[in-house]
């Protein structure tokens, strides 16, 4: 597998767009006893169907979506993702739990207000475009303002507005039937984007496409998130698509969220076994960063070597020691936080470095993995607690804030500011072989 991560720039925020707390989603009859029953709740999903005749889809998950950043949901086939998403805006209606958009209670919403919600704040892009066929291309762009009551001729002046951000300028007269997927899949970005939401919502939108032009449709969200600074929920079922575009990735499986954090965190300190096995074909040094690989520098080592920024890849790194032939100097704003030397950068590609810094794991991904620490949800950080890297910083300081809060998502211009180091024109992210997820149940309320 091969990735091409962005380096991310520091995070700015912790403000919630969505907050989620306890939040359930049980199919089958009566589903309402599920949440409330110690018993019931805790079967495993084929002793709760055996015992019910119930599938819980989403069991007591809570996070927050963090404004600006790309929160990524990912699982296998029938883990829960899309009943998640839908939840946010009850296009499927929660079983229990809360949930709140900025600050406002969504499960409170009468119906005037759920419309308001979903066409304006919450924007949603489906896998298979939900294009209107008989519509052009600038009309289907068009529609979400229609719906809003936008005049003709703004939402068209608009509507071509959007239509060119997305590279399809020219295009604007064709119908769907006359375009090619990755070109849809760009008319239902630009959809979702015209109506300028606070938040889009992607539910795999791009697992139809072929390799090439999907790679293409994520340096395209990358792009508009780092233009535009959105808030952004993204569902997908693909690891290397999740690390790309992630900001911080929700781990389901069965329903749970068994693990929250940056990709770094996933892969450097993966909750349990099953994380680990989800991660383990990732090359770590190409998530990995300094601020994790690195150890205390002696007096002497402070003056000389290399300078590597703490949120540079172990890839690049190597590159910078090997070139140098000493270890390399993590430097902040002119300070010198640590070092990273052959034997530390080894250890992360040799995956051997769990012990002594494999990354953070935050205190909130163990509160969202339904309770009890996952093990191996404490991190030991890479540098001695005494020394200046063991300072909490913007990746870090989820593991010591005290509302356990880990780093915020970054704003506008995003990762911008590491990019020339990172974007080196590797090979497309390998796709890992599991199984196509269904059609989405595309509704109309959700454009
Ligand atoms: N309307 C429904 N009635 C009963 N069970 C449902 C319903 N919708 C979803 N489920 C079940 O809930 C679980 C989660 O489904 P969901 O569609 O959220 O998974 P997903 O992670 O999005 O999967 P995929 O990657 O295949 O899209 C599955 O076991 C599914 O069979
Ligand atoms: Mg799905």
Sequence with gaps: MTLTVPTRKPPTTTESVFSVSGLWKVFGPKPERIPADPELSTLDPAGLRARTGCTAAVRDVSFDVRKGEVFVVMGLSGSGKSTLVRCLTRLIEPTAGTIAIDGEDVRAMDRARLRELRRHRAAMVFQHFGLLPHRTVLDNVAYGLEIQGVGKSERRERAAEFVAKVGLEGMEKRRPGQLSGGQRQRVGLARALAVDPEVLLFDEPFSALDPLIRRDMQDEVTRLHREEGRTMVFITHDLSEALKLGDRIALMRDGRVVQLGTPEEIVGSPADDYVREFVRDVPREQVLTCRTAMRPASAAETATGPAVRPDATVAEAIEAVARAGEPARVMDAGRCLGVVDQERLLGVVAGVDAETGGGATTAEA??????????????????????????????????????????????????????????????????????????????????
């Design 366 to 447: 163990a509160g969202t993995a339904g309770g009890a620490a996952p093990a191996g949800a404490t991190a030991v950080p890479a540098a001695t607690p005494d020394s200046p890297a063991a300072t909490p910083d913007s990746r870090t300081a989820g593991t010591s804030s005290p509302a356990g809060k880990p780093a915020p998502a970054p704003g506008k211009a995003a990762s911008a500011a590491g990019k020339a180091a990172s974007a080196t024109g590797r090979p497309a992210p390998d796709r890992r072989g599991q199984a196509t997820p269904p059609g989405p149940r595309t509704s109309p309320e959700a454009v």
